[in-house]
Nanobody, 122 residues
Framework: QVQLVEFGGGLAQAGGSLRLSCAASGSIFSIKTSNTMGWYRQAPGKERELVADISSGGSTNYADSVKGRFTVSRDNAKNTVYLQMNSLKPEDTAVYYC?????????????WGQGTQVTVSS
């Protein structure tokens, strides 16, 4: 099965930057599949929300709250997705979860990383 390992969480000041990375592994990548990798976050007392994702073809989606500040990218050769977070705000504080969605014959399955804490101080 697919495993996702996240790196790069930590503490930043408002206006600062952090970069998250998530490496995917698993034999499923030895066959042709359609996949989307991205990031969700969950703040204390709030629901988990999509932050950004990127398809295997390079199409991206962003939450309105992070547009213009965050950039999602991927390295297909390394099966790795990144989230560059700039102009951080205290409201970005959350646990960030890497997500991989793999679609085969129109059936999609989700895989999740372990989560990494991002804390932004004012």
């Amino acid at each position: 099965q697919v495993q996702l390992v996240e790196f790069g969480g930590g503490l930043a000041q408002a206006g600062g930057s952090l970069r998250l990375s998530c490496a995917a592994s698993g034999s499923i990548f030895s066959i042709k599949t359609s996949n989307t990798m991205g990031w969700y976050r969950q703040a204390p007392g709030k629901e988990r929300e999509l932050v950004a994702d990127i398809s295997s073809g390079g199409s991206t989606n962003y939450a309105d709250s992070v547009k213009g500040r965050f950039t999602v990218s991927r390295d297909n050769a390394k099966n790795t997705v990144y989230l560059q977070m700039n102009s951080l705000k205290p409201e970005d504080t959350a646990v960030y979860y890497c997500n991989a969605r793999i679609t085969v014959l129109s059936i999609s399955r989700d895989y999740w990383g372990q989560g990494t804490q991002v804390t932004v101080s004012s």
